[in-house]
């Protein structure tokens, strides 16, 4: 079966910068379209950023030029570079796979991790 394992959150000051990493496996990496979403306390779930196997991507206003959706660099692992990040990006950010572009229905969930951006 597809699992999705997120990791690379944490605590960060206003103005600084994190990478996720989501590692794949039980399917043919960059077959799908796959996406990170994020869902802050109180909010509805959110999609951030998205991308397919030709490496077309697609971004949430929110996060145009800071955030940076990328699968070239390794065979199974999708990324999302966070520059900038404000108090606003805090939220849990999900990993997810094989959707309906770009932040529509998604077949395939990480279990998410903990972004926290103080002031």
């Known amino acids: 079966q597809v699992q999705l394992v997120e990791s690379g959150g944490g605590s960060v000051q206003s103005g600084g910068s994190l990478r996720l990493s989501c590692a794949a496996s039980?399917?043919?990496?960059?077959?799908?379209?796959m996406a990170w979403f994020r869902q802050a306390p109180g909010k509805e779930r959110e999609g951030v950023a998205a991308?397919?196997?030709?490496?077309?991507?697609s971004y949430a206003d929110s996060v145009k030029g800071r955030f940076t959706i990328s699968n070239v660099n390794a065979k199974s692992t999708l990324y999302l570079k966070m520059n900038d990040l404000k108090p606003e990006d805090t939220g849990m950010y999900f990993c997810?796979?094989?959707?309906?572009?770009?932040?529509?229905?998604?077949?395939?969930w990480g279990q998410g991790t903990q972004v926290t951006v103080s002031s």
């Open positions: 039980g399917y043919t990496y960059n077959t799908y379209y």
């Open positions: 991308i397919d196997s030709d490496g077309s991507t």
């Open positions: 997810a796979a094989d959707g309906d572009w770009p932040f529509g229905e998604y077949n395939y």
